[in-house]
């Protein structure tokens, strides 16, 4: 990891979203508290043809990057049934091109879910798909990392309970552009909130 990049990172403690742009501003509010952005989840979600959740964007710098945040989702530890509830971090282009990766619960599970959606795509040909990486924690702290390589942007995830040590995932390849933008969601299901305690991007060495 490079250098910080402030002007594309928020530690959340200047009492705005002051760079940030919603898409679809949440029904059920938002704050920023005690340094954080807390961000109730909505029955909505971001999947194929059912793109009705909010998505908080902000700009993505150029070349090789990390984005990486800290994030609290207050799911139960175990048990059913929450399915999909999640919260974390999307590369967003469009609700139909993007590079996703959160805590999520998928029935009794407590997962990290890595994920890339595709469209148009050819007849036949899967719009979604997922892997996973690390256990999620009662914080989870969240990386995707982009690299610029052979005319391909190749995305890998990284996730980590305490922020030193940290889980690589797979890696997907995307083509969302130069206009592709940082976002957070909290998504899947109501009920439940999120916690975000900063965005923070790197350059990549």
């Not at 399915?83 to 590079?99: C, E, K, M, R, T």
């Not at 990284?158 to 976002?183: E, M």
Request: net charge negative; with cysteine; aromatic share 12%.
């Amino acid at each position: 990891i490079g250098r910080l990049l402030p002007g594309f990172s928020d530690e959340f403690n200047d009492g705005d979203l002051a760079g940030w742009a919603w898409v679809r501003e949440p029904v059920g509010g938002y704050s920023l508290r005690g340094e954080r952005l807390v961000f109730p989840t909505q029955a909505a979600d971001l999947f194929e043809g059912s793109n009705n959740a909010s998505v908080l964007t902000r700009p993505l710098p150029a070349g090789n990057i990390v984005v990486e945040t800290r994030v609290k989702l207050d799911l139960p530890p175990e048990g059913c049934c929450f399915n999909f509830v999640q919260a974390g971090l999307v590369v967003y282009d469009d609700d139909d091109n993007y590079i996703k990766l959160t805590h999520v619960s998928i029935f009794e599970t407590r997962q990290t879910e890595f994920a890339k959606e595709l469209f148009p795509v050819p007849d036949g040909y899967p719009r979604y798909g997922n892997t996973v990486v690390g256990p999620p924690g009662d914080w989870t702290y969240l990386r995707i990392t982009r690299r610029q390589a052979g005319g391909e942007e190749l995305y890998t995830a990284y996730t980590s309970q305490n922020g030193r040590d940290w889980v690589r995932g797979g890696v997907w390849t995307h083509t969302l552009g130069n206009d592709a933008r940082i976002g957070l969601v909290s998504m899947g299901g109501a009920g439940f909130t999120a916690e975000f305690d900063y965005v923070h991007v790197f350059r990549l060495h």
